[in-house]
């Protein structure tokens, strides 16, 4: 099993700068893809990064201003999936959620956290 639990999430005003991190635990070999969506009331949800063994991903509409990385503990057990978000706009207001898919014993199932409000306004 993966859990997933993210932090980081708040009020910020535009052009500000924020973290969110998502906690992954569970083997780390079972996970592939890890990613960082958003969801805006009345809006699709939007893949905005994603990691997967290195190989990172951005929507277009964060390009250049959202940086993914993802860093593993030493006991394996766990790794953290941060995604830092600067030069903010109101646009960005959103819940995020971090979401992993399985492989090897979990192939095929996908995780979620529960997801952290970003809100960008003055």
């Known amino acids: 099993q993966v859990q997933l639990v993210e932090s980081g999430g708040g009020l910020v005003q535009p052009g500000g700068s924020l973290r969110l991190s998502c906690v992954a635990s569970?083997?780390?070999?079972?996970?592939?893809?890890m990613g960082w969506y958003r969801q805006a009331p009345g809006k699709e949800r939007e893949l905005v990064a994603h990691?997967?063994?290195?190989?990172?991903?951005?929507?277009?509409s964060v390009l250049g201003r959202f940086t993914i990385s993802r860093d593993f503990a030493r006991d394996g057990a766990k790794s953290t999936v941060n995604l830092d978000m600067r030069n903010l706009i109101p646009e960005d207001t959103a819940l995020y959620l971090c979401?992993?898919?399985?492989?090897?014993?979990?192939?095929?199932?996908?995780?979620w956290g529960q997801g952290t409000q970003v809100t960008v306004s003055s």
């Open positions: 990691i997967t063994d290195g190989v990172i991903r951005y929507s277009d």
């Open positions: 979401g992993a898919r399985g492989r090897n014993s979990l192939r095929g199932r996908d995780f």
């Open positions: 569970g083997r780390q070999s079972n996970i592939g893809f």
